[in-house]
């Protein structure tokens, strides 16, 4: 079986500062590892994801993780927020064979102040 | 290429009324599925499908059918809706089934209330 938790349903900062979403993932099996976001009234689309080889993975507009397997985690930061970075924010796990199917967190909104 | 679609966007439904709710891919993907999304709930499964003709449950199917009898469509069925069901639907699929590494590509929602 496959979890994932993000702590904090809400993320908070101002423009120009640090974003840190938190991850932490449970599998029986190595993990692939992926970030969403969904922006208002949107579906959901892909923003990193790690499958095998260098554990820092960088994403589109700016976002990078880092895979951090004694950790289980797999924590999204991005060096300076942007208004246009409000959203919300899904990890997901899944495995190959039997876990293939993606198993996503409850999601981390990121508001972000002038 | 449209990517994912689904139709309708919005639908205001009454309790124990039925309806379809539409989904077509253009990419030739093997798997495709479909979510609902509540608040504070995060994304949940509720039907998924490897291939046509063949359909699993997810996490919550009750109150809902599928079926797939091509790869491009993969409609979501409501027999009698319940205003447990108001929720935001999303269809999402993938190149392969049986393999984890794959995007999810995600269509633009369905809005749906029970009244």
């Known amino acids: 079986a496959q979890s994932v938790t993000q702590l904090g349903s809400h993320v908070s900062v101002s423009e120009g500062a640090l974003v840190l979403l938190r991850c932490n993932y449970s599998?029986?099996?190595?993990?692939?590892l992926f970030w969403y976001v969904q922006y208002p009234n949107q579906g959901l689309q892909l923003l990193l994801k790690?499958?095998?080889?260098?554990?820092l993975v960088k994403g589109i507009n700016g976002f990078e993780a880092e895979f951090k397997k004694s950790e289980t985690s797999f924590h999204l930061t991005k060096p300076s927020a942007h208004m246009s970075d409000a959203a919300e924010y899904f990890c997901?796990?899944?495995?190959?064979?039997?876990?293939?199917?993606?198993?996503f967190g409850r999601g981390t909104s990121l508001i972000v102040h002038p | 290429n449209a990517g994912v679609t689904q139709t309708p966007k919005f639908q205001v439904l009454k309790t124990g009324q039925s309806m379809t709710l539409q989904c077509a891919q253009d990419?030739?993907?093997?798997?495709m599925s479909w979510y609902r999304q509540d608040p504070g709930m995060g994304l949940r499964l509720i039907h998924y499908?490897?291939?046509?003709?063949?359909?699993d449950q997810g996490e919550v199917p009750n109150g809902y059918n599928v079926s797939r009898s091509t790869t491009e469509d993969f409609p979501l069925r409501l027999l009698s809706a319940a205003p447990s069901q108001t929720s935001v639907y999303f269809c999402?699929?993938?190149?392969?089934?049986?393999?984890?590494?794959?995007?999810?590509?995600f269509g633009p929602g369905t809005r749906l209330t029970v009244l």
């Open positions: 999402a699929t993938k190149p392969q089934s049986g393999t984890g590494w794959d995007t999810q590509y």
């Open positions: 599998s029986s099996v190595p993990p692939y």
């Open positions: 990419m030739n993907h093997e798997y």
């Open positions: 997901a796990v899944s495995a190959s064979g039997g876990s293939y199917i993606p198993t």
């Open positions: 499908s490897v291939g046509a003709g063949i359909t």
């Open positions: 790690y499958t095998t080889g260098a554990t």
